[in-house]
């Protein structure tokens, strides 16, 4: 059985940090990403990774500013982000593949983040 649960969220005054955790299990991954949705705005991926080998991609919003990284041995999917700004609020979700250049079909439930300014 497949599933994706993150955690880590939490309020942070801008500025700070933050580092949510997925737990991805239950089948072989091509790929596992974070995506987040604000009130009233679209969901947009925020970063992405291969498990087996890197292959990182980052959204322009957070590059230079967020970190995605894997532990299979613990199949988990890190996103350490720091620098928070407000416009970072949102509800976080994980979302992974099976098939290379497939849609994102297992999701976690989500977790909040909020930055306060």
């Known amino acids: 059985q497949v599933q994706l649960v993150e955690s880590g969220g939490g309020l942070v005054q801008a500025g700070g940090s933050l580092r949510l955790s997925c737990v991805a299990s239950?089948?072989?991954?091509?790929?596992v990403a974070w995506f987040r949705q604000a009130p009233g705005k679209e969901r947009e991926i925020v970063a992405s990774i291969a498990p087996s080998g890197g292959l990182i991609a980052y959204g322009d919003s957070v590059k230079g500013r967020f970190t995605i990284s894997s532990d299979n041995a613990k199949s988990t999917v890190y996103l350490q982000m720091n620098s928070l700004k407000p416009e970072d609020t949102a509800v976080y979700y994980c979302?992974?593949?099976?098939?290379?250049?497939?849609?994102?079909?297992?999701w976690g439930q989500g977790t909040q983040v909020t930055v306060s300014s």
């Open positions: 979302a992974a593949r099976v098939q290379i250049m497939a849609k994102y079909n297992y």
């Open positions: 239950g089948r072989t991954f091509s790929r």
